[in-house]
Each structure stands twice: as C-alpha cells, then as structure tokens.
C-alpha cells in the first residue's frame, strides 16, 4: 500500500489536495478517489458519499474528524490522510450565534445546477434560512419552500472543484435537488451550520446524501 498526502490548510474553508510524496507526478485520470472521515478516537471510517475527485473542500461535518482519501492505481491502493482533525474556521461559531438568535438570515446565492442540470451562472437568488424552513425566491418568485423534515438533505457540495468550498447541495424535498454558490467560502459555511442548527431544534438531523452516521453538532455545546 502506498501512502501519498492530503495537501492545504486543514481547517473549515481550505481545499484539501492528494499530492505524492514521491518524486513522480500523479495521473488521476485512470485512478478511482474515496475520500472518508475517520474519528479520531475511532477505527472506523465514514465513506463521503460522492467525494471521488483528487480535491476535496470540507464542510462544517468534518470539522474535529480526519479526513482520508483512498486511491486505486489498477490494484494498487494509496492513502492519503490530513495530519490532523480539521479546524474550525476562527470566529465562526461566534457568528453564528449571533445568527442563531435572529428570526432569519438571507444569503445571495447562484444556482449552478437543478435537478442536476447545469444552470446559466447570471441569476442571483436570495435563500432565506429561518427557523422553521428554508425559501430560495428570485424577485417575487419561489423556486423552493420547505419546512426542515426528514426527507431533506443539505450538504457542502462534495464533488470536488475550485469552486466546490463556496457551493452547497440542497434537496429540499425528494423531487427537487439543486447546488446553490455563495459570494464566499464562509457564507457557505455559515449557512450549512445556521441550518443545521435551527433543524435540530425542530428535532430533524440535516446531511448529505449517502451519510451512514447521524449529523452531530460538533460545533457548538448544545
């Protein structure tokens, strides 16, 4: 088994990259990429469902966990893994806090795909995060209006990509999925978490497609 590296700042709003510690340049396009999270004071890995690229943005679930990508060279397995948990972003929890106690926060955002299809990149929507539901709307138009429920799903976006640390997966409801870009990597955040938080509070556990584990909020004593 080889062992290769997760290069970058290993903290909530970096972008990991799998580098070999050898002297050869690694080709990826013949190779097959899993990334996990592994516990610190656990054996055991959680698979990223749909994290396959050579690059990876954590997001607000992997902050206190390892992160590990697992690399198939024809047979030949590689491993690359952070030297450490991954750090939260500075100043965050405290913002959201502050968040937290208002009724409702709103972002700009993009909508990059919907449904899985490809979006023109121009049209700015506004999500509204509140403490019972989410609304995307554009103008006076509602494109999504949920109340947190077990059947959504939400998530940073974990297929890899420069722009993947400002994006995030939202699934409101089963038949409507869409990736949704932020102005930056820490609206990002601050949006995943905000929700996720007020979720809780309404007794639903928010994540992403293919989470083995339930979402635990490691960011905050509640």
Known sequence: MRRDAARGLQCLGSILRIVSQGSTTMDFSSTSIQWFRVHPKESNKEIISGATKSVYAPEPHDVGQYLEAEINFGGEIATAKTAGPIDPDAGLVDYVETLVRKRETEFNVVVLQLNGIDQPKESVHVLNVGKLRMRLSKGKTVVAKEFYSSSM??????????????????????????????????????????????????????????????????????
Do not use: H, Y
């Open 153 to 222: 799903q939400l998530c940073g976006v974990q297929g890899g990509g420069e722009a993947a640390s400002q994006a995030m997966f939202w699934r409101p409801r089963n038949d409507l999925s869409m990736v949704l870009a932020f102005e930056t990597t820490r609206e990002r955040n601050t949006a995943i978490m905000l929700t996720r938080r007020f979720a809780i509070d309404c007794n639903i556990i928010l994540a992403g497609p293919g989470d083995k584990t339930p979402w635990r909020c490691r960011w905050a004593p509640f």
